[in-house]
């Protein structure tokens, strides 16, 4: 007799045709992680600090003031350094590296091949609008081609990542803008980005990209 499936199997999903695309950015678009990470080593480098990828891990994909929260609750900094300080510490460093980020590797041939076989796109990122321009300036012909953007900042997003409400918002600006049901909508995550258990129902995740700190 064959062994029942665990419970870990029966709630897998199904994956089927992707009709739609949801990509994640940073890490995954565009090359911006390390920037973050040389930013936060250099304020920690001043305390006489380290930082490390269990730190970046729990950062990432939160809103701006939740990370900051992390990065001086973690670091033990309570007392030294604000949250508020620490991010207009990092802001003025990251205004200046964010301009010259580049594409990932592949992302170029994927977005193109995508496009040219009528797959509608979209973008879910955590940053808020002024960084979102900042790191696309120099890369307006791949996001023209993005029905639409979903950022950190816009007023559906009430929690940032890991929980759904961006990626929720983008599926649903689909059909709100007239790009058909989004039967099957794929997010394509970095390999980066957190857990993808709480994810809407009818979307599937795919990691990409190297594991790199």
């Known amino acids: 007799m064959a062994a029942a499936p665990s419970s870990e ?28 990470t040389v930013v ?24 701006a003031i939740e990370s900051a929260h992390i990065f001086v609750e973690e670091s033990g900094l309570n007392g030294l350094l604000t949250p508020e300080g620490f991010l207009e510490e990092r802001e003025g460093m990251l205004q200046e590296l964010f301009p010259t980020c580049q594409l990932m590797p592949g992302v170029k041939h994927l977005v193109n091949h995508l496009h040219a076989n009528g797959i509608p796109m979209c973008v879910a990122t955590g940053s808020y609008k002024r960084h979102f321009e900042l790191k696309t300036q120099n890369h307006g012909e791949i996001f023209a081609m993005m029905h639409h953007v979903v950022m950190g900042d ?32 794929g997010r394509f995550l970095s390999q980066r980005s957190g857990p993808s258990s709480q994810l809407p129902i009818g979307l599937q995740a795919e990691r990409m990209g190297p594991t790199t700190f």
């Open 9 to 36: 199997e029966k709630a897998s999903p199904t994956k089927g045709p992707i009709t739609h695309v949801i990509f994640d950015m940073d890490g995954l678009l565009l090359d911006t992680e390390p920037f973050y």
């Open 40 to 63: 936060q080593e250099r304020i920690l480098a001043r305390f006489g600090k380290t930082f490390d990828w269990s730190l970046k891990a729990k950062m990432m994909g939160k809103k």
């Open 154 to 185: 816009d007023s559906a997003v009430k929690k940032g990542k890991p929980s759904p409400d961006i990626f929720l918002a983008a599926a649903n600006r689909f059909e709100v803008r007239g790009y058909g049901p989004r039967s099957k909508a």
